[in-house]
């Protein structure tokens, strides 16, 4: 269930967010919200901007390293692709200093390149998604997310607002 803090948690790790919004939106998609540097994303070869693949790949990083880092549900991390799989859709809008930008994924798939967005704040990254309820045996459990989030230790402020 945290997995979706992933992102989030690492940026204030590394000092770079301050707060962190959690949504539950009243159609049960769930937003999460962050003040940090926005994901990575470069230019290639021919000046197309790439967006690093974290929606649609497993985080490499951790998958059966030993010593892997647990997150506070107990459950090993396992990257964005978790929720991104889990989700009817998911929507991950990033803004960096130099580019914002704006990519749907379905069902863990990319449904398109991203898509130039206006920035409309400071840096940050928000990715609101959809949990597939047939996957997850109904609808979000909003007080076991509240519960989870209580038991997070993180140097950003994480608030947890909506249905």
């Known amino acids: 269930m945290l997995e979706v803090l992933a992102y989030a948690l690492d940026e204030a ?15 049960g998609s ?16 021919r000046g197309v901007w790439r967006v690093k ?5 497993a985080d490499l990083r951790f998958f059966d ?5 647990v997150l506070t549900d107990g459950l090993p991390r396992a990257g964005m692709s978790v929720v991104t799989a889990l989700s009817e859709w998911l929507v991950h809008t990033n803004v960096r ?53 209580a038991a997070v230790r993180s140097p950003a402020a994480i608030h947890l607002a909506g249905a």
Do not use: K, N
Not at 53 to 57: G, H, K, L, R, Y
């Open 53 to 57: 693949p974290v929606m649609a790949t």
């Open 30 to 45: 769930v937003s999460v919200a962050d003040d940090g540097r926005g994901t990575d994303t470069r230019q290639d070869d």
């Open 13 to 27: 790790a590394c000092g770079t967010t301050r707060a962190i919004d959690v949504i539950v939106h009243s159609d």
């Open 65 to 69: 390293v030993p010593g892997a880092p």
């Open 97 to 149: 200093h130099d580019t914002a930008w704006s990519a749907r994924y379905e069902w863990g798939l990319p449904a398109g390149p991203p898509e130039s967005v206006e920035a409309g704040r400071t840096t940050g990254t928000t990715v609101r998604f959809m949990p597939d309820t047939g996957l997850l045996g109904g609808p979000l459990d909003v007080a076991a997310l509240g519960a989870a989030i």
